[in-house]
């Protein structure tokens, strides 16, 4: 990805020193056969001294106030960041990272539920259901033998003050 915002950052970067070749499409951010060409690509190229007036200097501004964002935003990421010199051997250890949030928003959007739903359960309540049910801790437990399961429930009963002591802390 850092090739891409590199690149991103260079051509806002031109865009606000020259709007020309931005404004009439001869400056693609990426590849040209990225980029449809239809009727309303055309129209949007052909020039006027009227809209160029207006334009220029609205896209100057635009593509400036993009750059500061990304180069705010994507710190990290370009050059002398501490993710821009990411090698191909980096790969396999970015492999177990999850490409998206859906279940940390998942996750939090149940315990809001929860939390509204029961509002006098304490916090640890809500979370050790959570974690019960997406665990699915029951069919773990169904699947040991009688006299495993009850061994291990007398155990974590016995240790339950101290589980709520450190949750406390």
């Known amino acids: ?72 935003m994507l710190r990290d990421h370009l050059l002398e960041g501490k993710y821009s010199g990411m090698m191909p051997q980096d790969q396999p250890a970015m492999q177990s990272v999850i490409p998206h ?13 929860l939390v509204r739903y029961r509002p006098n359960a304490s916090a640890l309540v809500n979370e050790s259901f959570l974690m019960y049910s997406m665990n699915k801790t029951g069919e773990w437990l169904r699947m040991l033998g009688e006299n495993e399961k009850e061994a291990l429930l007398v155990s974590v009963r016995k240790e339950e003050q101290t589980y709520r002591e450190k949750f406390k802390a």
């Not at 009439?24 to 001294?49: I, N």
């Not at 949030?101 to 539920?113: A, C, H, I, Y």
């Open 1 to 72: 990805m850092n090739m891409y915002y590199l690149q991103l950052v260079d051509f806002l970067g031109q865009a606000c020193e020259d709007q020309y070749p931005f404004l009439t499409g001869q400056a693609y951010l990426f590849t040209e056969d990225l980029v449809e060409q239809d009727e309303v690509l055309t129209y949007l190229k052909e020039s006027t001294e009227e809209i160029e007036s207006l334009t220029g200097p609205t896209a100057s501004f635009l593509c400036r106030a993009l750059l500061h964002l990304m180069l705010r």
């Open 101 to 113: 949030n859906k279940l940390p928003e998942f996750v939090f959007g149940q315990l809001d539920f």
